[in-house]
């Protein structure tokens, strides 16, 4: 699906998930492991389209929260491998 994006698109979640993994990659330091970081962005990248009740928002920011950390996770594979040569 991320290769389906539009180039800039694409270039943007690069650089972004490339910043949150370098992170992710100190959290012996920073104690911003891929979960945590998850749960500060996640809720600022995708959201429901028209107001919910609170127990479907939880559900939704579960959801996406679990996919942000997995692009963390995965970034150099998703993104491609040279992604830590972007800084």
């Known amino acids: 699906l991320v290769n ?4 800039a698109n694409f270039i943007l979640l690069r650089h972004l998930f490339g910043v949150l993994h ?6 012996g330091v920073n104690q911003m492991n891929a979960f945590n970081l998850a ?3 996640a809720p600022n990248m995708l959201w429901l389209p028209s107001p919910t009740g609170p127990e479907e928002e939880s559900k939704s920011t579960k959801k996406v929260a679990m996919l942000v950390q997995f692009l963390i996770e995965n970034s150099a594979e998703i993104f491609g491998g040279d992604i830590a040569s972007l800084f």
């Open 22 to 27: 370098h992170i992710e990659q100190n959290s």
């Open 39 to 41: 749960l500060c962005i």
């Open 4 to 7: 389906q994006l539009p180039e």
